[in-house]
């Protein structure tokens, strides 16, 4: 019982007794639907893992998205059946491992070290916040390869992207064995109202009528082999849109071809979904990062860029149509280098030749192990074939 009531002064539920499933909004404030759907879905992973924690369960997202309060209403859910569960920040759980090397510790670091390595459930919140010194990163790792091996329930909550987290951790945060990992995309409950959109860059609505259902494969006005061409062309990215990973580049000769239409139609498909997509004009992009060096901008250059750097599915549309001075070429190549080392979801349509683009991104995104290159071979939707017209007999 003493053990219990050592697990329990450790964790911070005191201010979060209020987060429990009851007070949770699944519907947010103001979602659009796909993030709200989203959102329900968060609610109902969190739910059933309270009701019979197995293996581990990461909730990832911005602040205020409500991952904490669900991380807590676990926690709660399990302390009102009787069991216990350690709830406690990342930084303060290293902070009450430090705290044992004073002489006037009741507690030696061997006990505490155990308690939490050995709680029934562990609930880590706001992983990616503490002080990353090589003493902190080993302690963590010794808590999760322990609890990892051991295949304790745990509950990690996150504002980082997977690829930011130390890789012995991450190695064992994304095993889909044992790990569900759930990325809430709802913006900031204490905005509600405010900037409801995924982010300001973003021009989907503008596209907002762009899908699949409406792509016109030109079945009755091209020739066979362009006909076929274009067919091959939606298929692979109706199949992209439906398991988004790696790179898919679209490239013609020529605009107005559905290029992008179909890039559109990928981030629809996925937004619909609840998931998170940032589609944004190359040119357009480069000039939102020139926009935060305005001593007037309410955006720091280093915010906008990890937004775009680290998009769970990032869409870039007409790549070479750019300025290309020496610092635009810089940027991109710095984004491309970012996402191809992550191996994060990316999408490009382009109308330049492969060999006119910088050979530091056209090498990245002709690397077949990691990105499907389709050349689409038709002409404009807008008057380049004219429709074929029966013979009369």
């Not at 009450?96 to 609930?123: C, K, M, V, W």
């Not at 937004?271 to 935060?292: M, Q």
């Not at 869409?315 to 149509?321: A, K, N, Q, S």
Request: proline share 6%; hydrophobic share 40%; net charge neutral.
């Amino acid at each position: 019982m003493s053990r219990i009531d050592g697990l329990m002064k450790l964790s911070q539920l005191g201010a979060l007794q209020s987060c429990t499933f009851d007070a949770f909004l699944p519907d947010g404030h103001g979602l659009t639907p796909g993030k709200q759907l989203n959102l329900k879905m968060a609610y109902e992973r969190a739910l059933t893992f309270a009701q019979k924690p197995d293996g581990w369960l990461v909730l990832k997202g911005g602040y205020g998205c409500g991952k904490t309060h669900l991380a807590a209403a676990i926690a709660n859910q399990r302390i009102a059946m009787g069991h216990p569960a350690l709830f406690v920040s990342t930084p303060d759980l290293l902070d009450h491992l430090r705290a044992t090397y004073s002489p006037n510790s009741p507690t030696g670091y061997d006990e505490r070290f155990d308690q939490i390595r050995n709680t029934p459930l562990l609930i880590l919140d706001d992983l990616g916040t503490q002080s990353n010194s090589d003493w902190a990163q080993e302690k963590l790792y010794q808590i999760f390869n322990y609890r990892y091996n051991g295949r304790l329930p745990t509950v990690v909550t996150t504002n980082l992207e997977l690829e930011a987290i130390e890789i012995r951790i991450r190695s064992r945060m994304v095993d889909p064995s044992l790990v569900q990992i759930v990325h809430i995309a709802a913006p900031d409950f204490r905005r509600a109202g405010v900037d409801q959109e995924q982010s300001e860059l973003s021009m989907l609505s503008l596209h907002h009528d762009k899908t699949f259902d409406n792509f016109d494969l030109r079945e009755r006005e091209l020739p066979r082999g362009q006909a076929t061409n274009l067919r091959n062309a939606f298929d692979t990215a109706r199949e992209f849109a439906e398991a988004p990973a790696d790179w898919l580049v679209l490239n013609s000769v020529g605009f107005g071809n559905g290029k992008t239409h179909l890039a559109a139609a990928i981030a629809n498909f996925v937004n619909n979904r609840g998931e998170p997509v940032l589609f944004v004009l190359v040119p357009d992009l480069l000039d939102h990062l020139r926009a935060t060096f305005n001593p007037a901008s309410g955006m720091r250059y280093d915010k906008r860029f990890d937004e775009v750097k680290t998009a769970p599915l990032l869409v870039l549309d007409d790549l070479g149509t750019e300025s290309a001075t020496a610092w635009a070429r810089e940027k991109l190549y710095q984004l491309f280098n970012y996402r191809y080392s992550a191996r994060l979801p990316t999408v490009i349509t382009t109308a330049t030749p492969i060999d006119e683009i910088d050979p530091r991104l056209a090498t990245r995104m002709l690397d077949g192990s990691r990105c499907t290159f389709f050349l689409l071979e038709v002409p404009s939707y807008r008057g380049g074939v004219k429709p074929k017209t029966r013979r009369k007999r």
